[in-house]
């Protein structure tokens, strides 16, 4: 495992499992598989309806000496109707309570819309109070980032945003470096979309050094020093994905996987009202 060191200087493990859209029944399963064949960080978050099951794996894994607490780095993050202050204090309360955990060690706003001040605030106050080890936001933008790295007390120690081939966000991993706050990568394959996985352009990178698409992909945001998480609910996927650390890419194959940028997201943008209104459900 590779490490980033976090501007709190808590080290942060640099590929980690994602539980994002794994059905509550399958979450225990795929996490303890996860944990058993060496991730140690795991992220999940309120809104994916399987924090209780990420907790059960955690206290498994715990109780019959696969890992010790201390050993894990465990994610979860806030959503936008939690956003008020004492709503925050209270939700994160709740969460430690659903995933039996004393602390957890990475806590984010999921979301750039909403009360994002007033949970901050409540998000200090559990970091200072040992409930949390660090804070950060996701799909915070360039521009956003700086705003509120100024106007916070604590800077973020993470910005979790999408990250792939096909959205390779250079600006923002600059932006986000020279805040200090660790850039981490959600659905770093695209969760397949424009047919990824079958790319000529990595396929054959990837048989340079007998890995897979998947494997090239995931090593290319690590030599970048983005965190990534990758999420599958297939055993023999989660070992391919954790086998990234016995090999670098080429600075002609970086470049080459550069050349793929098509620059926008393969989801949605974060900034077009329609996806805001439908996310927020806030409409007029
Ligand atoms: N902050 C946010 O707003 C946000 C948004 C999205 C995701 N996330 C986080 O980021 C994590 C990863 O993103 P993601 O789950 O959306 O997408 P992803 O990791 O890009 O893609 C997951 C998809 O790829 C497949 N897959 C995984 N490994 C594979 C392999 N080696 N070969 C072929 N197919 C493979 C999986 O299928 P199987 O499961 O069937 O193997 C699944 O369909 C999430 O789980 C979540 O923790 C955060």
Same mark, same amino acid.
């Given at each position: 495992m590779e490490y980033s060191i976090l501007n709190n200087n808590v080290k942060m493990p640099k590929?980690?499992?994602?539980?994002y859209q794994i059905p509550e029944s399958e979450t225990k399963?795929?996490?303890?598989?996860?944990?058993?064949?060496?991730? &140690?960080?795991?992220?999940?978050?309120?809104?994916?309806?399987?924090?209780?099951?990420?907790?059960?794996?955690?206290?498994?894994a715990i109780n019959t000496g696969i890992v010790k607490r201390e050993d894990l780095f465990i994610t979860t993050k806030l959503w936008i109707n939690?956003?008020?202050?004492?709503?925050?204090?209270?939700?994160?309360?709740?969460?430690?309570?659903?995933? *039996?955990?004393?602390?957890?060690?990475?806590?984010?706003?999921? *979301?750039?819309?909403?009360?994002?001040?007033?949970?901050? &605030?409540?998000m200090e106050s559990a970091l200072n109070a040992g409930k949390v080890r660090s804070l950060g936001v996701s799909n915070f933008d360039a521009g956003k980032i700086v705003e509120f790295a100024k106007l916070v007390e604590i800077t973020p120690q993470v910005n979790q945003l999408e990250f792939n081939p096909w959205n390779q966000r250079e600006k923002d991993e600059e932006w986000n470096k020279k805040?200090?706050?660790?850039?981490?990568?959600?659905?770093?394959?695209?969760?397949?979309?424009?047919?990824?996985?079958?790319?000529?352009?990595? *396929?054959?990178?990837?048989?340079?050094?007998?890995?897979?698409?998947?494997q090239v992909v995931l090593r290319w945001l690590i030599q970048r020093d983005i965190v990534v998480l990758a999420k599958s609910v297939?055993?023999?996927?989660?070992?391919?994905?954790?086998?990234v650390f016995d090999f670098n890419l080429s600075e002609e194959d970086m470049d080459l996987i550069?050349?793929?940028?098509?620059?926008?997201s393969a989801f949605f943008d974060h900034n077009d009202p329609i996806f805001v209104e439908r996310l927020t459900g806030w409409s007029i």
């Open positions: 590929l980690g499992f994602g539980v399963e795929a996490v303890l598989h996860a944990i058993k064949i060496g991730y &140690r960080l795991i992220d999940t978050a309120g809104a994916y309806k399987n924090e209780a099951e990420v907790g059960e794996a955690v206290k498994e939690e956003y008020k202050e004492q709503n925050a204090e209270s939700a994160i309360n709740g969460r430690l309570q659903k995933m *039996q955990l004393d602390y957890l060690d990475l806590l984010l706003l999921h *979301q750039p819309y909403g009360d994002i001040y007033g949970a901050w &605030r409540a805040y200090s706050v660790q850039p981490e990568a959600w659905a770093p394959f695209a969760e397949g979309r424009l047919n990824l996985f079958h790319n000529k352009i990595l *396929q054959e990178i990837g048989k340079k050094y007998n890995k897979t698409v998947g297939h055993e023999e996927r989660i070992r391919e994905n954790f086998d550069k050349g793929l940028d098509k620059k926008e």
